[in-house]
């Protein structure tokens, strides 16, 4: 059973920083793409950043010189390291996964993790 569990959401004041975490099982993690994104009330989920299983990273220009992706396949986790958060950072963040098995495209989404900043 495919899974993605994502971590270290909370409540952090602006100019802050928190760290994202996305640990998935139940596929081969090392040979997926993996995106953070984001959704606010009332807006439409959003790209945030991806990492390929190659390294190669990209982020929004939303966030671009604040948020860091990054993985570790040894132990199957997906990071997004965000700082200098401001309160329009305020959303739920979603892990994703992307790949495919040879024939057939997969995408996994995890339950996402809040967070808020604010004051």
């Known amino acids: 059973q495919v899974q993605l569990v994502e971590s270290g959401g909370g409540l952090v004041q602006p100019g802050g920083s928190l760290r994202l975490s996305c640990t998935g099982s139940?596929?081969?993690?090392?040979?997926?793409?993996m995106s953070w994104y984001r959704q606010a009330p009332g807006k439409e989920r959003e790209l945030v950043a991806t990492?390929?299983?190659?390294?190669?990273?990209t982020n929004s220009d939303s966030v671009k010189g604040r948020f860091t992706i990054s993985r570790d396949n040894a132990k199957n986790t997906v990071y997004l390291q965000m700082n200098s958060l401001k309160p329009e950072d305020t959303a739920v963040y979603y892990c994703?996964?992307?790949?495919?098995?040879?024939?057939?495209?997969?995408?996994?989404w995890g339950q996402g993790t809040q967070v808020t900043v604010s004051s």
């Open positions: 994703n996964a992307d790949g495919d098995d040879g024939s057939t495209w997969y995408s996994y």
């Open positions: 139940g596929f081969t993690f090392s040979t997926y793409a």
């Open positions: 990492i390929t299983r190659g390294g190669d990273s």
